[in-house]
């Protein structure tokens, strides 16, 4: 069989209501000072955190959202509010995201024709999508009911306790929001809680022991099984891109796995607002674990946005930095979900894999993850 031409990337393997708004800034302001401000004025110290662990990026502390939605508010405070540009939506006669069935991959006979054509919907979906679905994923049901319980309950603790999760200010591993680097900047309709998972050396120790004890148990489980899978789901790329399957193991096999737990409260004013703003992620893979059905995510393809419709014990996975997505939000519907993000190891060079390029060339470059 020839080499597939269009190979996909892995992430370099990888006004008129100024008044009532004004208003709604002021309760903004005054969930944020009771909300941050005590936690910024609190005189005890942290313990040191892990001397290995590393500071992936940080970000401005912000107000909780799922207190402001608690206020009685029916406009969104100004700084909520988006300025959105003629966004083209898809309709009934555009073709849906993939769907593999992942137990076909890795239970069915590599040389069998039920097997290239779910390895050959697999290639098509990462190159002109890079989102699929995946089921028959192989996580256990009561694993998944387990960690949602415990994802709903952490949103659901009084705000002291969050407090002790809350961002510091150079990291923003914690409590709050991601990618807020200016007082500005527009913010997005959700709180999310952001951490390190693996490796174990890169986990802010200090953080993770601060999470309920069953929460933290069944974090850990989730987190073993979500590698699990995206190394399963890389092996079958690397099949599909007829690459070696064990150089994608080498790069792969001790990677930096990541998790956000998000929270969407609902909105005054939907249209106004996005849960999560557009962007595309900078890992190899990222799996989403929708924990109810409320619809919110949004690709962009071919110039518009295609909805995510959640599938039932379906993961959502997404290919690295190949699409721009979104979240948006609903007047009275409440969304709930878990990224995890997973990347190659430290210090990995990467660059064309070594196992596709001719003897009699040379790649055309390298970078390294560090």
């Known amino acids: 069989m020839g080499k597939k031409s269009g190979s996909y990337p892995l992430t370099a393997i990888r006004t008129g209501i100024v008044a009532d708004r004004l208003m709604s800034d002021k309760k903004l302001s005054v969930v944020f000072d009771t ?18 662990a590393v500071n992936f990026g940080r970000s401005l502390l912000v107000p909780s959202v799922q207190e402001l939605a608690k206020q009685p508010l029916t406009k969104i405070p100004l700084r909520y509010v988006r300025q959105f540009h003629h966004q083209p939506l898809s309709d009934d006669t555009t073709p849906s995201v993939p769907v593999i069935d992942l137990h076909t991959l890795l239970e069915t006979a590599s040389g069998s024709s039920t097997y290239s054509s779910e390895l050959n919907k697999l290639h098509t979906a990462s190159k002109q999508w890079g989102f699929f679905q995946v089921i028959n994923h ?6 998944l009911e387990d960690f949602k319980r415990e994802v709903l309950n952490f949103f659901k603790l009084p705000m002291e306790e969050k407090q002790m999760l809350w961002q510091k200010a150079d990291n923003h591993e914690g409590f709050g929001q991601l990618f807020v680097v200016s007082e500005e900047q527009k913010l997005d309709w959700s709180d999310m809680f952001y951490i390190t998972t693996l490796p174990h050396n890169l986990r802010k120790s200090q953080l993770f022991q601060k999470l309920p004890l069953i929460l933290r148990e069944k974090l850990e489980a989730y987190s073993k099984e979500m590698k699990k899978l995206a190394m399963a789901i890389l092996g079958q790329m690397a099949k599909a891109l007829e690459m070696d ?4 193991r080498e790069l792969f096999h001790d990677g930096v796995q990541s998790i956000r737990m998000n929270y969407y ?12 703003s557009p962007h595309s992620d900078a890992d190899a893979l990222t799996i989403l674990y929708q924990l109810n059905q ?21 993961l959502v996975v997404n290919i690295g930095d190949i699409m721009e997505h979104q979240a948006t939000v609903t007047s009275n519907n409440e969304r709930f979900s878990v990224a995890t993000f997973y990347s190659s190891n430290m210090g990995t060079e990467l660059g064309p894999a070594r196992s596709l390029v001719a003897k009699h060339k040379d790649p055309v470059c390298s970078l390294y993850w560090l």
């Open 35 to 52: 909300v941050v401000g005590v936690t910024s004025m609190e005189t005890h110290k942290e313990e040191e955190e892990d001397q290995e």
């Open 138 to 143: 192989g996580i256990s049901e009561s694993l």
């Open 245 to 248: 399957g064990d150089e994608m």
């Open 265 to 276: 409260p609902p909105c005054p004013e939907p249209e106004l607002a996005l849960g999560f």
């Open 294 to 314: 409320t619809e919110g995510l949004r690709i962009r393809k071919d110039g518009k946005w295609v909805a995510i419709k959640p599938l039932p014990n379906a």
